[in-house]
C-alpha cells in the first residue's frame, strides 16, 4: 500500500496550487479520503474529506471557498485545488484513508507529504 503526494512547492499569497495523491495498493472508493497539513511547530490540522463515493465533501472552516477535495477513483488520485493562498497556509500536506471524515488521532494509511509554502 502507497500513497503518493505531488504538486506541492513555492507560491505567492494569493496564487494556487493542486496538489495529487496516488494511491497504490487499495482502491480509493474503499475509504474516506483526507488531506490533513502540519506547520512548522505545530501538530496535524484536518484540512478537507470526500467520501466514498465522492459525492460527500468536508471542508475546515480555514479553507472552505478556497480550497475544492476531488478524487478521480479510476485513476485512484486524490486532488486538493487549493485557489487564494495565504501564509499561513504553509505547511506538509498529507492525504490519508481512513473509514470516515475527519481526523480522529489515526488514519489507516498516510503518505508522506509535500511541502507547501506560501511567501512572497
Known amino acids: 500500500v502507497q500513497l503518493v503526494e505531488s504538486g506541492g512547492g513555492l507560491v505567492q499569497p494569493g496564487g494556487s496550487l493542486r496538489l495529487s495523491c496516488a494511491a497504490s495498493g487499495f482502491a480509493l472508493s474503499s475509504y474516506y479520503m483526507n488531506w490533513v497539513r502540519q506547520a512548522p511547530g505545530k501538530g496535524l490540522e484536518w484540512v478537507s474529506s470526500i467520501s466514498r463515493s465522492g459525492y460527500m465533501t468536508y471542508y475546515a472552516d480555514s479553507v472552505r471557498g478556497r480550497f475544492t477535495i476531488s478524487k478521480d477513483n479510476a485513476k485512484n488520485t486524490l486532488y486538493l485545488q487549493m485557489n487564494t493562498l495565504k501564509p499561513e497556509d504553509t505547511a506538509v500536506y498529507y492525504c490519508?484513508?481512513?473509514?470516515?471524515?475527519?481526523?480522529?488521532?489515526?488514519?489507516?494509511?498516510r503518505g508522506q507529504g509535500t511541502q507547501v509554502t506560501v511567501s512572497s
Open positions: 490519508a484513508a481512513d473509514k470516515g471524515p475527519y481526523y480522529t488521532g489515526t488514519f489507516v494509511y
